[in-house]
């Protein structure tokens, strides 16, 4: 039952108790406990609008690979708490592999992107080197799993 309403707030957070406990096969006040239990554990993280960026002139998305000089807990630690400060950065990941960074970031054109560079993120100490790539189009966007489709 948890997995079903997971599920039906993943599509749409904003639906009513009733609606909700109507889609599930639950009356009101079950599925409202249900709701709250999940949101204490920690399942329902929280509530968002999904914004288009195109929409106020944020026409791309932009993934940045950046390599560290140093990688002890401070510097991770001091380079992840400033991107969470960069406006640009949608999603910063501490990864595994040939970079320490993966960084997805929106901007309105290729000079809003240079200047991104130059005037946030090469301002952060640490830095050996980065490498970008423009998307060209997302194929899918979501926020997170469906539950019901985990096997």
Do not use: Q
């Not at 949608?90 to 309105?108: C, F, N, P, R």
Request: hydrophobic share 45%; charged share 25%.
């Amino acid at each position: 039952m948890d997995r079903k309403i997971l599920s039906a707030l993943r599509t749409d957070g904003r639906l009513t108790t009733s609606e909700l406990g109507a889609k599930v096969g639950l009356s009101p006040s079950p599925c409202w406990t249900r709701v709250k239990k999940l949101e204490a554990s920690g399942a329902i993280e929280g509530y968002v609008a999904l914004l288009n960026h195109a929409a106020f002139g944020l026409f791309n998305t932009v993934f940045v690979e950046v390599t560290l000089d140093k990688h002890n807990d401070t510097v991770l630690a001091e380079f992840g708490e400033a991107l969470l400060r960069i406006p640009e950065v949608v999603e910063a990941h501490l990864a595994t592999g040939d970079y320490d960074y993966l960084i997805k970031v929106a901007v309105s054109d290729t000079l809003h992107f240079e200047r991104f560079l130059r005037e946030r993120l090469y301002k952060l100490p640490g830095i050996r080197n980065t490498r970008s790539t423009f998307a060209l189009r997302a194929l899918k966007r979501s926020t997170s799993v469906d539950p019901l489709l985990l096997v």
